[in-house]
């Protein structure tokens, strides 16, 4: 199932000069008739659209971030020891609040770095795009995340920052340290909360769109559009 990968794959990683240069050499599956070029690029943009309205697009809701298992923020190392000393004190809601703003605040980022995330993704190009289509169930996105992480760092990190200010982040957080460091025995905390939410939202995207890469490498039943089972089905052989 692994050449299933094409669909995904060479949509997120070509512009659509190149597009057409790979799908020029994608063979028809026996028994399903030939598949046009126009075909192929259509069922791979369709398969992106899904990838983002229903994976990433779960992240900007209402604590897609934070009752989401696979992608919840939690505390950096350097606070695990702040979030532990204040439930110990009694201060349990306090440190609730400081984990859930964070996550609020990446659920904004990614709401309004999204238009930003896709347009990257259009550019991307790749010249060997044989070894990705048949790489593991995640190749096109470790592929992604490796050729646009720096790039999406820049465009989301403002995000991140302005997102922390609207939130509340700021104050919630100083709050939260400035009671730590006057407690007795402790070393003052001053984390960069800008640049950890940053990575883990980013995180979160690459996390969610590998989830709908293996979905559709993986199961037929994905593929719930005329179109997609056609285009797919070349990957099948």
């Known amino acids: 199932m692994k050449k299933i990968a094409c669909i995904l794959t060479v949509f997120l990683l070509f512009s659509c000069a190149e597009l057409q240069q790979v799908v020029n050499q994608i063979p028809s599956s026996s028994g399903t008739g030939t598949v046009s070029n126009t075909d192929i690029a259509a069922g791979l943009r369709q398969a992106l659209d ?23 923020i939690m505390l950096p190392a350097e606070l695990q020891k702040v979030d532990k000393t204040l439930r110990d004190v009694g201060l349990g809601k306090l440190a609730d609040e ?13 709401k309004e770095a999204t238009p930003i995330f896709v347009n990257a993704v259009k550019g991307i190009t790749f010249a060997d795009a044989r070894d990705i289509l048949l790489g593991a169930d995640n ?8 050729t646009t992480e720096k790039q999406l760092y820049d465009k989301f990190s403002p995000v991140i920052n302005n997102s922390l200010s609207k939130v509340g982040a700021t104050d919630v957080w ?7 460091n006057t407690l007795p025995l402790t ?32 199961k037929a039943s994905s593929r719930t559009t005329d179109l997609l089972r056609k285009v797919f089905a070349v990957q099948d052989k």
Do not use: C, H, W
């Not at 899904?50 to 919840?72: A, R, W, Y």
């Not at 190749?139 to 490796?146: G, I, K």
């Not at 100083?174 to 730590?180: D, E, G, Q, S, V």
């Open 139 to 146: 190749a096109a996105t470790s592929y992604l995340q490796r």
């Open 50 to 72: 899904m990838g983002i309205k229903k994976q990433v697009s779960k992240l900007t809701q209402k604590d897609g971030f934070f009752k989401n298992e696979m992608v919840k």
């Open 174 to 180: 100083a709050n939260l340290i400035n009671k730590y």
């Open 98 to 110: 400081g984990l859930k703003v964070l996550n609020r605040a990446a659920e904004d980022a990614v």
């Open 187 to 218: 070393s003052n905390v001053n984390p960069d909360l800008t640049d950890y939410v940053t990575g883990q939202a980013l995180e979160g995207v690459f996390t969610m769109i590998s989830v709908e890469e293996k979905e559709i490498r993986n």
